[in-house]
């Protein structure tokens, strides 16, 4: 099946050129020629991959990149940056991109960058998010930085990790036997309620409502699920 990716860019010959490499290689490649037709688009539709310029009129790059993952959207990233910019580049990766590649730039390399990506996007699998934001909580899960209502707030390792594990799983129902694995590294079968403890701090700490959670769900006898 051909993947489907965005390209938004505002430069007239990369708006041609890039297309028609990426549609010779079978790929469905749409564009939108400003950050915020990017983000609108990038935001209502789904894509494999996004192609983003840095500079945009409108809304640069990277203010597309943060509201998109701060939404939860979990495309792959490949922003295009000044060849001599190196902070471009940090900047981008910190924000969630998930490569870059500077300008001018060959062909071939183009093409390899969206081939590596595109075999990372696996069904039913997810690109790790490093930033998440949901019903006024902020989380950098690489700087371990928590807030809610703007209030820091202080999340152990383990309940760090459990939550990052939880919400690239967003909208899939986790066992505990997988959690027990993934998360606390238990290399057999063990009955444990920690995970249940552990989710109990999370919703205290991060629900509005603890006892009647909006965002960690109990599934009764299966395990948790997520929902931004």
């Known amino acids: 099946m051909s993947s489907r990716i965005l390209l938004v ?23 939108e020629a400003d950050g915020e037709a990017g983000l609108a688009r990038a935001s209502r539709e789904e894509f494999d991959l996004l192609i983003l310029d840095v ?8 203010e597309v990149c943060r ?10 990233i490949l922003m295009l940056t000044a060849k001599t910019q190196v902070v471009d580049r940090v900047v981008g990766l910190k924000l969630g991109a998930d490569d870059y590649l500077a300008k001018p730039f060959d062909p071939a390399e183009l093409l390899a960058r969206v081939e590596a ?10 690109i790790p998010v490093h930033t998440f934001a949901f019903d006024g909580v902020k989380v950098d899960f690489e700087s371990g930085d928590v807030t809610k209502d703007e209030i820091p707030v202080a999340l152990a390792g383990k309940e760090l990790k459990l939550l990052r594990y ?4 967003r909208g899939r129902v986790v066992p505990r036997e ?8 238990y290399q057999s ?16 700490k991060l629900e509005a409502n603890p006892q009647n959670p909006r965002h ?13």
């Open 9 to 31: 860019e505002d430069s007239p010959g990369l708006l041609l050129t890039i297309p028609d490499l990426l549609s010779t290689d079978g790929h469905l490649v749409f564009t």
């Open 55 to 62: 500079m945009l009129p409108k809304k640069n790059g990277f």
């Open 67 to 76: 509201e998109l993952r701060q939404k939860g959207n979990d495309v792959a």
């Open 117 to 126: 990506l595109l075999r990372r996007v696996k069904k039913d699998h997810r």
């Open 166 to 169: 939880l919400v690239d799983a």
């Open 178 to 185: 997988e959690l027990l694995r993934e998360v606390w590294e």
């Open 189 to 204: 079968e063990v009955s444990s309620r920690t995970v249940d403890v552990h989710v109990a701090w999370l919703r205290q």
């Open 216 to 228: 960690i769900h109990t599934i009764r006898g299966k395990g948790y699920r997520f929902l931004p």
